[in-house]
């Protein structure tokens, strides 16, 4: 008979009694890697302006300036993932924090738009040491059954930076300029440093993987190829050009290697046979899907707000709370929702809601009341707060507690590269949509420049206040063709989280047999993971 005396933990017993001041200081270190992506997106109107408002972006260099951050963050953080356990989670922790602080403060003082995208690609290094350090060091200082509420109250903390990232971006954007937006980020690391020094306890894996230095150029190098070619494509608003093609079709064939590497390899990067099991692999698909939507969403609904409706960055970012708010609420009570009617229903029905949010995009326009996109926000924050939680549970007791490290690693992985892909992907489409329907449009406009002020919105409407007076017939029409783009894209956003609807409900588990039982717990454990990951035995050695 398993008695719950102390004696029985694993976790030693200072560590424990400190566990929710740790998650505290983990919350703040995910807190700034979170938050910088929900500030540049209120920010990323002003970059676009010229000199010198800001940088003068083009939509392409935007997205990049987004996505580069983002494909370096996912191309390392598996291999990051992997140093934590072997060299220790606070070790790589901390070195991740000083690069991503140093990243930020050199953003700030980017020149050019390429600076600014090399700079970023420098703060998505850090992120990438600090995301899955974060989940693996929850993983080890909370026992078994503490871990989903652990983990709801992590993913809320994305809801709180998601929150205060738009709020805080508008503020500074209102009263200093837009590098302020990085800047900001240089007193968060260095509190965060300080108090993870203090408190936080370093963990790592007894026997860690060798790292897999082929794969790791191999993933970054598909990613960025084919992430480039969809990029390419939408800026053309040609997915026939060649050199769209030749992108996408080189990082298709170098991810294709990777897998094949991988699958044949000694010491993988991704240890192929997680992939094996139907639950966990569901779970990933989950992931990726709802930063798809969320990711290319805000792409667009900054430009709604700010360039169709007309409201600052600062009302943009208070018009984001309810979908912060939202999450906040929700992801820590998922669990509640997953006890009471089990997995698949719980994550199913938040796809089904996500799919439902997206696609009421498509009835928005010029004059639609505000209300309606809050409620819409709200709605939407509350579908991601029930698909997060449940599935980043699965994913992490899918794998022993030593190997932690590799589990968040795969987990934000396949989330960001599920962003980059819902940034390029949507943004695309969003691009090749205007430029269709504003292209015959732009005759007021000397040639030369046509093409260019075809790319966006905030292209047409600048060459459009160059031309002065003559410009303001642009106006209408712009406003006309942006609307319409948001809508199909909205549509194949709303696509796609059908989509994943459908493969959770296949094959994420449903309610446990045996409710208030250890069932519940097995059911978060997916079904055969002791030949894969060894997820049954962790939880027998905990017994």
Request: proline share 5%; hydrophobic share 55%.
């Amino acid at each position: 008979m398993t008695s719950p005396a102390v004696p029985a933990r694993r976790i030693p017993e200072h560590v424990y009694r400190r566990r929710w001041v740790i998650l505290g200081v983990l919350i703040l270190s995910l807190l700034i890697v979170v938050l910088d992506n929900s500030i540049l997106n209120v920010a990323i109107k002003t970059i676009s302006t010229p000199a010198p408002t800001g940088l003068g972006a083009t939509q392409s260099e935007l997205e990049w300036a987004i996505n580069a951050y983002t494909l370096v963050f996912a191309g390392l953080l598996f291999t990051a993932g992997l140093l934590g356990d072997r060299l220790g989670r606070k070790k790589v922790l901390l070195g991740g924090l000083a690069v991503f602080g140093m990243g930020s403060a050199l953003a700030a003082f980017s020149g050019s738009p390429a600076e600014l995208i090399g700079f970023r690609a420098l703060m998505g290094l850090g992120a990438a040491f600090v995301m899955p350090a974060t989940l693996a060091v929850l993983m080890n200082v909370f026992e078994r059954d503490e871990q989903p509420k652990a983990i709801g109250i992590w993913a809320g903390g994305v809801g709180l930076a998601i929150a205060i990232g738009p709020v805080t971006g508008g503020v500074l954007l209102d009263h200093f300029w837009w590098g302020s937006v990085f800047l900001i980020n240089v007193p968060i690391v260095l509190i965060a440093l300080t108090l993870m020094l203090w408190l936080v306890p370093d963990s790592r894996d007894p026997s860690p993987g060798r790292i897999d230095p082929v794969g790791v150029v191999l993933s970054v190098a598909g990613l960025v190829l084919l992430v480039y070619g969809i990029i390419k494509g939408g800026q053309l608003a040609d997915f026939t050009d060649a050199t769209a093609l030749s992108a996408i079709g080189a990082g298709l064939a170098v991810l294709v290697a990777f897998v094949v590497l991988e699958k044949r390899s000694t010491h993988p990067s991704i240890d192929m046979a997680y992939f094996s099991n139907k639950v966990f692999s569901a779970s990933i698909v989950a992931i990726a899907l709802v930063f798809f939507a969320l990711l290319g969403v805000m792409f667009f609904a900054v430009f709604y707000t700010q360039s169709v409706r007309g409201y600052s960055p600062l009302e943009t970012g208070l018009l984001l709370l309810p979908l912060a708010a939202a999450q906040m609420i929700f992801a820590p009570r998922a669990r509640l929702l997953v006890d009471r009617f089990g997995n698949r229903a719980t994550t199913t029905g938040g796809m089904l809601l996500l799919a439902a949010t997206l696609a009421a995009f498509a009835v928005l326009d010029a004059d639609t009341p505000i209300w309606i996109l809050e409620v819409i926000f709200f709605l939407m924050g509350t579908a991601m707060a029930n698909v997060m939680t449940p599935v980043s549970v699965v994913i992490m007791q899918a794998l022993p507690r030593e190997k932690a490290g590799s589990a968040s690693a795969l987990s934000n992985t396949f989330r960001q590269v599920g962003g980059a892909f819902g940034v390029a992907i949507l943004g695309s489409v969003l691009s090749t949509a205007y430029r269709t329907h504003i292209e015959d449009k732009l005759v007021l406009l000397p040639p030369g420049v046509r093409h260019a002020a075809g790319e966006s919105i905030e292209a047409t409407l600048g060459a459009a206040a160059r031309l002065g007076p003559r410009g303001d017939a642009l106006i209408g029409p712009a406003n006309d063709a942006f609307l319409h783009a948001m809508h199909i894209t909205a549509l194949c956003g709303a696509g796609v989280a059908v989509l994943g609807a459908i493969v959770v409900a296949l094959f994420l588990p449903g309610r446990s047999p045996e409710p208030g039982g250890d069932g519940k717990d097995e059911e978060l454990v997916p079904t055969g993971a002791k030949d894969t990951t060894g997820a049954k035995d962790a939880t027998k050695r905990r017994d």
